[in-house]
């Protein structure tokens, strides 16, 4: 048995690099121990721990990068070649011209592929053989199989191309190269292969010089004599060389900033063990689309471990990698491990989001977390949901869940939904159905009983008021009054957003006063509560708005899961 490494859990940065440093490990098929707040191995296991570095990332990210988009080509070229061609039609030649232009010769010939060539060891000639691969145009009277032996030799030439990415070298490198710049530059930049002026091309030696070889003489060295402290372990250092400026919206150059600490002095820096932590936070959050989150449990690690690697496999096993995965990859993760017989009760947990550049932290408390749990059925039936407003798209899934990460009720995005819901007309623009909204409803019915402002309600008050305002639309539609339900509607949601119970009542008598029938005896309970008030309300101006027949049937129509 070889000397041992013990990481202890801190704050959420560090956290999220032992977590990222165990995946790696575990990855390669490394023995750790793994106790409560703790993390042990052998310094045997950082033996070509470069490799295992970017082997893991690869490996998670595979399916994201420009080097799979490259070779994943190969199976449209089999299946053609299988069939002699003969479903190959005009699309299919789109699709071939836009794979020669926007992937082969826009990534090979990249400037970080082309840094990459020089370091492997095939020395095929990317370039020139992307030069001589052209598109292929088809004149007015062509047909395909004018151009089909161009089709044929551009076939060729492209697998050549795939074949070269294929080789265990290629995707080493050129891989590598990907996660480099959409992973890890996420975390860390501005020293070692993400240093523009670094000497070693091979990126795997000068992440073994940079991280690896510095751990491995720190272990060795007699520290008595070591008068500083490490910022993060307190284990001793004998210089403060080794500082945080290369994390991102963390650390700070303490050459050129020193007004940033105590007396101009500066007094933070860490251990080659601790920077070596460090570095393996890309494995420890998840990215997607230049967004990250981790989910900061910090009273058990093997917890930790395991609801952040649920939230990778969740995002990552998608066959459709979209933005708004990152939040759904985080309440999968939330309600497994909701639904695990765990011996210990889930606390409030801290959630860090990497958001345009910048880390963002919610505290989610133990009450949210049991209506996350308890509205999965609601929250599934949204996911598709969204509406356009000028150039910018907005998910709804995705605008619902923030909201709930940041503590916050779901008036005003209900009150949004059905604003826009009335006033477009747009199908393309807006992709959701009242159905929809009642979804959210329900959610926030459970947000506002758990945060104690709503009573617990007996009966569904959501689903009542809805079919009292479905059973009014459909009032009017008889006296061929359906023209004057969207001001009444309007007039309505003015009257919940301003919280004014009186003007809603008038309007509402007026209504029933139209069609000669009785205020329904849920509104009794509206003028109860303030917040009972709006939750009928605004599930009674979704009704009226849309009503209840084939509501499935919009919804799907829609964009919705309903």
């Known amino acids: 048995m070889g000397e041992k490494i013990t990481l202890k859990m801190g704050d959420w940065l560090i956290n999220s690099g032992i977590v990222g440093l165990c995946n790696i490990l575990k990855h390669s098929g490394d023995q750790v121990e793994v106790t409560s707040q703790q993390l042990e191995f052998d310094v045997e296991a950082l033996e070509n721990f470069e490799e295992k570095y970017f082997k893991y990332l690869i490996d998670k990210y595979e399916k994201t990068l420009s080097w799979y988009k490259i070779v994943s080509y190969e199976k449209i070229l089999q299946y053609h070649e299988d069939n002699d061609f003969d479903t190959f039609k005009d699309d299919d030649l789109d699709k071939l011209n836009k794979y020669i232009k926007d992937v082969l010769k826009y990534y090979l010939n990249s400037a970080s592929y082309k840094a990459a060539y020089g370091v492997m060891d095939n020395q095929l000639d990317v370039i020139k053989l992307t030069k001589e691969l052209e598109t292929i145009k088809l004149k007015k009277s062509e047909k395909i199989e004018d151009k089909l032996q161009d089709i044929k030799d551009a076939f060729k030439k492209v697998q050549v191309l795939i074949d070269y990415c294929k080789e265990a070298d290629s995707r080493k490198y050129l891989a590598a190269k990907n996660v480099i710049y959409t992973i890890v530059k996420n975390a860390w930049e501005g020293i070692c292969f993400l240093n523009p002026q670094t000497k070693e091309k091979d990126m795997y030696l000068d992440y073994k010089g940079y991280f690896i070889e510095p751990v491995k003489d720190y272990v060795e060295e007699d520290k008595k004599k070591y008068k500083y402290d490490c910022f993060t372990c307190n284990g001793k250092m004998k210089d403060m060389k080794n500082d945080l400026s290369f994390l991102n919206n963390m650390g700070f150059d303490v050459s050129r900033k020193s007004s940033h600490v105590w007396n101009f002095n500066n007094d933070i820096a860490v251990c080659p063990i601790c920077k070596l932590v460090y570095s393996c936070i890309p494995a420890g959050f998840t990215y997607v689309y230049d967004r990250g989150v981790y989910i900061n449990e910090s009273t058990r690690l093997e917890t930790a471990i395991n609801i952040n690697n649920n939230v990778k496999t969740q995002i990552l096993n998608e066959t459709d990698i979209n933005a708004n995965l990152t939040y759904r990859g985080l309440v999968y993760a939330i309600n497994e491990q909701s639904n695990e017989k765990m011996k210990y009760e889930l606390a409030?947990?801290?959630?860090?989001?990497?958001?345009?550049?910048?880390?963002?932290?919610?505290?989610?408390?133990?009450?949210?977390?049991?209506?996350?749990?308890?509205?999965?059925?609601?929250?599934?039936?949204?996911?598709?949901?969204?509406?356009?407003?000028?150039?910018?798209?907005?998910?709804?899934?995705?605008?619902?869940?923030?909201?709930i990460l940041n503590n916050q009720n779901l008036f005003l995005l209900i009150h949004k939904l059905l604003v826009v819901k009335i006033t477009s007309q747009d199908t393309k623009k807006v992709r959701f159905g009242t159905g929809q909204v009642v979804r959210i409803?329900?959610?926030?019915?459970?947000?506002?009983?758990?945060?104690?402002?709503?009573?617990?309600?007996?009966?569904?008050?959501?689903?009542?008021?809805?079919?009292?305002?479905?059973?009014?639309?459909?009032?009017?539609?008889?006296?061929?009054?359906?023209?004057?339900?969207?001001?009444?509607?309007?007039?309505?949601?003015?009257?919940?957003k301003t919280s004014n119970k009186n003007m809603f009542m008038d309007t509402l008598l007026n209504c029933y006063l139209y069609v000669q029938k009785t205020v329904p005896n849920i509104f009794m309970e509206a003028l109860r509560d303030d917040e009972k008030f709006k939750t009928i309300g605004y599930a009674f101006v979704a009704g009226l708005i849309e009503g209840k027949d084939n509501e499935n049937d919009k919804d799907k129509k829609n964009g919705g899961n309903e």
């Open 348 to 403: 409030d947990i801290q959630v860090v989001k990497l958001e345009d550049g910048k880390y963002r932290f919610n505290i989610l408390s133990r009450q949210m977390l049991n209506i996350i749990n308890t509205s999965k059925d609601d929250l599934n039936r949204i996911i598709k949901g969204g509406f356009t407003e000028g150039k910018d798209y907005f998910n709804i899934y995705e605008l619902v869940i923030e909201r």
């Open 441 to 496: 409803m329900n959610i926030n019915k459970r947000i506002m009983e758990g945060m104690g402002y709503m009573e617990k309600a007996n009966k569904d008050i959501v689903g009542l008021a809805k079919n009292s305002g479905y059973y009014l639309r459909e009032d009017y539609k008889n006296k061929k009054a359906k023209d004057k339900l969207n001001g009444i509607a309007y007039r309505l949601l003015n009257a919940l």
